[in-house]
């Protein structure tokens, strides 16, 4: 395990069972009770659990995520995948964390 930016970076995902409603919904019930689950695939309970994010439509999205080691997995039954972190320098030059998609799903080189 490599450490980037004082985050432990972990190169590929585990294999994951699917990420569906019911199972976000009772993160999220786990989560509002003070439970701090631990990252499937990196083990790290530090900034790990289940999110929400309105969509343009209204819906909202609904996923799992690990800002230790960029694990995502969206709620909808799909792969998990890993996001890579990219510092944005504003005009202001204060620095601005953003999480970007990589293109590597579980099983994948």
């Not at 499937?40 to 530090?46: E, F, I, M, R, Y």
Request: charge should be positive; aromatic fraction near 10%.
């Amino acid at each position: 395990m490599r450490s980037i930016l004082g985050q432990h970076w972990v190169p590929s995902l585990k294999k994951h069972e699917p990420y569906t409603e019911p199972k976000w919904h009772g993160d999220e019930v786990r989560r509002l009770a003070g439970h701090r689950p631990a990252c499937p695939d990196c083990g790290s309970d530090q900034d790990f659990g289940p999110r929400h994010h309105s969509r343009p439509d209204g819906s909202e999205r609904h996923y799992r995520a690990c800002k230790a080691c960029g694990f995502w997995h969206e709620a909808d039954g799909s792969p998990a995948y890993r996001v890579w972190l990219a510092l944005t320098i504003a005009r202001s030059l204060s620095a601005r964390p953003n999480w970007w998609p990589r293109a590597r799903h579980a099983g994948s080189v």
